[in-house]
């Protein structure tokens, strides 16, 4: 049986960080927040991309890791059934190439659809700073468009934050609240690499 993986995530409600850290285990405060406080509404988001994380929060602490433990783990491990080769989850889709491209793939051990998957995963885990600031901003920017959208100097700091001019995008949020405020900062370590 594979590792589960870790998630991390921050959890906020309003403008307000309840907790941080891998999901399974602030779980158990996202829990206890809400069993406290039942009309409130929690936001979680995942810290590699800020896209949103569900959590069914029904039952006790129990089950609510249970459920997300079986989610996590089920999109790690690949099950085989039966004979023939294991479902990886592999898509088909049409690729677009010129003649010299599918030369060149062919030539690549394995093939094209293994040339392309390693390059692929060569470049999502790139260390080049644009790619790094891209993904930073394009981050940054989830997180804002659901937590800061009503805040003053929103509109003005996502101008600041694309244009790569990082005064004017801290100048903009520095009157956000403090939570905010420093999970945005974390969020755009990497946003301005000429800065």
């Known amino acids: 049986m594979n590792k589960r993986p ?3 995530c921050t959890a906020f409600c309003g403008p307000e960080r309840i907790a941080a850290g891998d999901l399974i285990e ?3 405060e996202i829990k206890a927040y809400a ?8 936001l979680v988001f995942s810290d590699e991309n800020s ?6 929060l029904r039952g006790n602490v129990k089950d609510v890791v249970r459920r997300l433990t079986e989610r996590m ?4 491990e690949a099950k085989p059934k039966g004979r023939g080769r294991p479902k990886l989850g592999v898509v088909s889709r049409e690729v677009t190439l010129l003649p010299r491209h599918w030369e060149w793939l062919a030539e690549q051990p394995g093939g094209a659809s293994v040339a392309l998957r390693r390059l692929v995963d060569n470049a999502r885990t790139s260390k080049d700073p644009e790619d790094l600031a891209r993904a930073a901003k394009e981050s940054a920017y989830r997180f804002m468009s659901a937590m800061t959208g009503n805040l003053p100097g929103y509109e003005e700091a996502l101008r600041a934050l694309f244009a790569g001019e990082k005064r004017k995008f801290k100048s903009e949020i520095k009157s956000w609240p ?7 900062g974390k969020l755009t ?4 690499p000429n800065n």
């Open 189 to 192: 370590k990497n946003a301005f």
């Open 6 to 8: 870790e998630h991390p």
């Open 26 to 28: 602030i779980a158990h």
């Open 178 to 184: 403090q939570d905010l405020r420093a999970h945005v």
């Open 73 to 76: 783990t089920d999109t790690v």
């Open 51 to 56: 896209r949103q994380v569900e959590i069914d």
């Open 35 to 42: 069993d406290e406080n039942p009309e409130d509404v929690i």
